[in-house]
Structure formats: C-alpha cells, structure tokens
C-alpha cells in the first residue's frame, strides 16, 4: 500500500532524472564502484538508497518526498533549527544542492551548529555503523532503534553526519535517549561549495524498516527500508511519507521535544528528543 500510494506522488514530485551515465560514472571501461560495491544488493534499494545511483522513482517508493512537516520549537527554550528541510533542492543558504548525489533532494535535515557542539542520540539505541569521512556526508554513525525504544511499531534509523571525529562508541554499544554520541563538526563540507573552512552543521538522516536486517557496506542500507522526514521522530506514527503526506495541516506542525545539558528531557517522558541540546529560558 505504501509503494502505491509513494509511486501516486510522483507526478507531484518528479524531476528530470540525470542521465545514468553521468550520474554514475560507469562507461566503456566498466561499472561504477558503487555499481559494483551494491551488486549484490536488492536493485530497488540500491536506487533508493546509493546516492550516485540514485533514481527518483525509487527514490519515491520509499519515501524520499517532501512531507511538509514544520517544526514547531518550545516556547520555553532555545534550540538549534533547522535550515535545509528533508527532500529540499537547496542547501540552507539557498543554493542548489550537486544533483549526483539523490539527484539534488536532500536526505535528512541539516541543523547548523557551532563545531564541537555534543551530538545526542534522538532515541535509546545500538551503534550499528560508522562512516570514515571519506565522502560528502563526512565522518558519521547510524543508530538502530528497537520499537520499545521508540513507541513506532517498526525499526527506526537515524544517521548523523559531518562529526568532527570518529566516534569513540563501538559497533553494538547501546546508547540511552539524550546520551552524548559525538561531536558536531564540518567534515565532508570542507571545500568545494562552502570552500576551505566548511560549513558546521548536524545532519540527521532517519529510516525504517520492519525488520531489524541492514547492509552496512560503505553506505549504509536497511533492508527492505523507507526514508522518513526525521521531524515525524517527533511527531510519533505513522513512520511512512504517503500516510504523514495526507495528513491535515495543523497535524504536520511538529513538537519538538528537547533535553537540556543536564540530561533533564521534556516533556520528562519523552522517548525521542532533539539531537542537541536546548537551554531553557530563564
């Protein structure tokens, strides 16, 4: 029912594709390294989930459409807003974003914030990848979250990207809501647009999944996966973009729930908060 309901926005949607062979970069000479690397990989996801392989039809069968969630942060406190909501075209600038990568759509939301900045984890959860900082989205972790750690009916994901260091956490460690993970920085920013000095932001991806299985290779993949807007963390189920896109207007004004630097959430029992910190007005 999603894929068909995902599929009915295309005509909303739709952009023209880029070509394959430009995108990817295979040719004469053989297929790309992704191509290769995700041979083996469900082709549906690899077009869903590789960004250089990217395909928007894809793309939007698992939910990679712009939901029209709105944030709506406490009155009580300060927090870190985002700038570049997810499945925009535009950096927080405003500049177009480089179509190789999800052909320009954005695959999470970026919150800017000064480097060094603790990143928390959004949700209880298990260590289950680690990026190098080898490409665009810099150094990152991806967090797997239970349903009980969450209250969803499903598997959650939630990746965090552009750290300024590898996280000293390992592969497997469980994680408590709020519990400092990492350390916001610029890697993957540096050059290119932003040039030499970067661009510090937090970038959180979320996904889900009914089941618990994932491929972590360079990229990281869940099976049988769908991309989710990272605002519907905070607004609770449905987890799915067809169903949080027919919602009625004042439902996609989202609550954000928060903890300040003490740990102290709110509401006290909230199960998925900001990745940063708030400071309470006095």
Not at 104 to 112: A, E, K
Not at 134 to 144: D, K
Not at 273 to 281: G, K, T
Request: hydrophobic share 40%; charged share 20%; net charge neutral.
């Amino acid at each position: 029912m999603w894929r068909l309901a995902a599929f009915a926005l295309l005509a909303l949607c739709a952009a023209p594709e880029a070509s394959a062979q430009g995108r990817r970069g295979g040719g004469p000479s053989g297929p790309s390294v992704d191509e290769a690397a995700y041979a083996d990989v469900d082709p549906e996801s690899v077009r869903a989930f590789v960004p250089r392989l990217a395909e928007h039809g894809a793309m939007i069968a698992r939910g990679f459409v712009t939901t029209g969630l709105v944030p709506v942060y406490p009155q009580d406190a300060i927090c870190p807003t985002v700038n570049s909501p997810f499945a925009s075209t535009t950096r927080g600038d405003g500049s177009p974003r480089q179509r190789m990568f999800f052909l320009g759509y954005h695959g999470g939301i970026d919150i800017p914030v000064p480097e060094g900045t603790p990143v928390l984890a959004v949700a209880a959860g298990k260590v289950v990848h680690k990026s190098p900082g080898e490409s665009i989205g810099g150094i990152g972790l991806v967090l797997q979250h239970a349903p009980e750690d969450t209250g969803f009916a499903v598997w959650l994901y939630t990746e965090y990207k552009h750290l300024a260091e590898m996280p000293k956490l390992e592969l497997g460690a469980r994680v408590k809501r709020g519990e400092a993970i990492a350390i916001s920085g610029r890697t993957g920013t540096e050059s290119g647009h932003y040039g030499p000095s970067g661009h510090p932001h937090l970038h959180l991806t979320a996904w889900f999944a009914a089941t618990e299985a994932f491929d972590a290779r360079r990229i990281f993949v869940p099976k049988d996966g769908h991309w989710m807007d990272p605002l519907a963390l905070f607004r609770g189920p449905p987890a799915d973009s067809p169903s949080v896109v027919a919602l009625p207007a004042e439902a996609k004004r989202v609550a954000i729930s928060y903890v300040v630097a003490t740990g102290v959430a709110f509401p006290t029992d909230a199960k998925i908060v900001w990745p940063l910190a708030c400071a309470r007005r006095s």
